[in-house]
């Protein structure tokens, strides 16, 4: 990837110093067409209130928000035409948490938001190695997503009032996993803050 300037092109981005944060807000951008979908969507409309204040900041600290979003099946789709179907549903989640135009999208295909995607590329180059994950639902790509983040070494928080499932077992279920599996801090932003977080992350890595 090269950048350009008056003068022309520079040298490519190489991969920043590691420490930064991404916040990964995953399959927020949705019509609530699936299965399960009516369950879903009060506890979808909660969570987005907690990941806007939880973007807000991470991005005072400087870090990146990074959407992580399925297609929809439509494998022509791009960032902007997924955007737009969610709204024209009259979407008050997709209303909350629209992207802003610096945010980064990746389309994913499955479940993980690094299974065929360039987020393992991406996430380097920004210097990312804690992430926190945030979106729907807890117990499928909130979860597969944390388990191939963690094999990637990442840190990962994962707060439990950021994210949502259909069954309130299985968001439970989810939580534990990756909590126990995966070493992931799963506080809710109420009880811990980005800050707090990586500060407490630093001081670890110091002992």
């Keep these: 990837m090269a950048v350009t300037d008056q003068k022309g092109p520079t040298a490519p981005h190489r991969d920043s110093e590691r420490g930064s944060v991404g916040l990964l807000i995953i399959d927020m951008i949705t019509t609530f067409d699936f299965q399960g979908a009516d369950a879903l969507r009060s506890k979808a409309h909660d969570t987005a209130k907690a990941i806007v204040e939880l973007k807000r900041e991470v991005e005072s600290l400087g870090q990146p928000s990074i959407y992580v979003n399925d297609n929809f099946g439509e494998w022509h789709s791009e960032r902007s035409k997924l955007v737009e179907r969610s709204l024209e549903q009259a979407n008050p989640v997709s209303e909350i948490i629209k992207p802003d135009e610096q945010d980064y999208f990746i389309i994913k295909p499955q479940f993980s938001g690094f299974y065929a995607t360039n987020l393992q590329v991406l996430l380097p180059k920004l210097g990312v ?54 070493g992931a801090e799963t506080a809710p932003t109420t009880a811990l803050s980005v800050k707090d977080w990586t500060g407490r992350l630093d001081r670890s890595a110091r002992r």
Aim: hydrophobic share 50%; aromatic share 8%; with cysteine.
């Design 129 to 182: 190695s804690r992430l926190i994950l945030s979106g729907i639902a807890t117990d499928i790509c909130i979860l597969f997503t944390a388990a191939d983040a963690h094999m990637r070494d990442y840190a990962i928080w994962v707060p439990e009032n950021a994210v949502a499932a259909v069954s309130d077992d299985r968001h439970r279920w989810a939580l534990e996993i990756m909590r126990q599996s995966m």
